[in-house]
């Protein structure tokens, strides 16, 4: 089945920008979404098919997608921004849902 | 305002049977697929199971298929998920998740989740 690969962590101090990889193979062909989950909550999706943000999402979230890495970027980071965050896409071939394993965001 | 509120912590003992809801509102309950996705402690998400409302359907994860089964109520807006033989692994957190339309793709909103607790 499909594989997505997050890094573990990642860490940022306020102000600078965020960066979280999300690697497939061919990844760029597909829709990626991401989540973030902060303590104690449930996720809440933070970007939807590469790069559209829902309601409420602040615009210093965004997303790109191309070949074989998905990248979601957080500008001018904050401390409540500090959270897991995870990469989804749609297996077409096994036709379900397929999650990377999450990166843990630090913000120092 | 969509919401899904789930029944909140479980406690049951391995080899009992559990039966875990999710009530929908704020939204067309048969024309989005609703489905769970596990937390195990300290760990990723993975998706178990959806079902669409509108006609049954229904889709599994392989790795959960004849260990749990899904329902879903239209006459109360509400989805389950059972189990018929709990065990000390199925010790996690459940999120009812609603996909963002008919098209499942990605998950829009997510309840609260259900703490189930398995004893030996």
């Known amino acids: 089945s499909y594989v997505l690969t997050q890094p573990p962590s990642v860490s940022v101090a306020p102000g600078e920008t965020a960066t979280i990889i999300c690697e497939g193979d061919n990844i760029g062909s597909k829709s990626i979404h991401w989540y973030h989950q902060k303590a104690g909550q449930a996720p809440v999706l933070v970007i939807s098919?590469?790069?559209d943000r829902p309601s409420g999402i602040p615009e210093r979230f965004s997303g790109s997608n191309s070949g074989n890495t998905a990248t979601l970027t957080i500008r001018r980071v904050e401390t409540g921004d500090e959270a897991d965050y995870f990469c989804q896409v749609w297996d077409t071939d096994t036709d379900h849902p397929v999650f990377g394993g999450g990166t843990k965001m630090t913000v120092l | 305002e969509v919401q899904l509120v789930q029944s909140r912590t479980e406690v049951r003992k391995s080899g009992d049977s559990l039966k875990i809801s999710c009530k929908a509102s704020?939204?067309?309950?048969?024309?989005?697929?609703i489905g769970w996705v596990r937390q195990m402690p300290d760990k990723g998400l993975e998706w178990m199971a959806v079902i669409y409302p509108g006609d049954s359907d229904t889709r599994y994860n392989p790795t959960f298929q004849g260990q749990v089964t899904i329902s879903a109520d239209r006459s109360t807006t509400t989805a389950y998920l059972q189990w018929n033989t709990l065990k000390t692994s199925d010790r996690a957190m459940y999120y009812c998740?609603?996909?963002?339309?008919?098209?499942?793709?990605?998950?829009?909103?997510w309840g609260q989740g259900t703490l189930v607790t398995v004893s030996s």
């Open positions: 098919d590469d790069s």
């Open positions: 704020g939204y067309s309950f048969t024309t989005h697929w």
């Open positions: 998740v609603r996909s963002s339309s008919v098209v499942l793709n990605y998950f829009d909103s």
